[in-house]
């Protein structure tokens, strides 16, 4: 299996065309409205449609059906962009809190920045990592804090 992913065009968009280029026949192309075309993904976040044509290119049709260019991107931008999303649209602040921590790589677990969240009010000095994690989750820290 090889995936692909490429940037969506669409101003503000964040979102990605991801697609599995293994069962392409170069050879053949299918055709759909007169065109080549492999496959059509859409954009993870906006759902814009795209076209992958021969040779992998995608591209984007814009209003006036005139063919725009899209940039490719490697599928750890993707991979780390969908962790991304699963920590913006988590509300259960203990996860949310678990999944910043894969979002930054990092090692703790959710006590251990709740620890070094109590270490932090204290004054007391903590790594630039659980600084970094107790600025971002300020909120669900204190929420956990609560109950
Ligand atoms: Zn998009």
């Not at 920590?87 to 920045?113: A, G, N, S, V």
Request: hydrophobic letters at 30%; aromatic letters at 12%; proline letters at 4%.
């Amino acid at each position: 299996m090889s995936l692909e992913a490429h940037k969506c065009n669409v101003k503000g968009c964040k979102g990605f065309i991801v697609f599995e280029n293994a069962d392409f026949d170069i050879s053949n192309p299918p055709t759909v409205n007169g065109m080549y075309e492999f496959d059509n993904p859409s954009c993870t976040e906006c759902g814009k449609e795209y076209k992958v044509v021969p040779h992998y290119v995608v591209i984007g049709i814009d209003g006036n059906g005139d063919i725009e260019q899209v940039k490719s991107a490697c599928i750890t931008q993707w991979e780390r962009r969908e962790k991304e999303r699963k920590f913006e649209d988590e509300t259960d602040p203990y996860e949310k809190i678990k999944k910043f921590i894969q979002l930054r790589e990092y090692t703790y677990d959710p006590e251990m920045i709740l620890a070094g969240y109590s270490k932090y009010e204290n004054g007391y000095y903590v790594s630039s990592s659980m600084r970094d994690c107790i600025e971002n989750l300020e909120n669900e820290i204190q929420s956990l804090k609560s109950l």
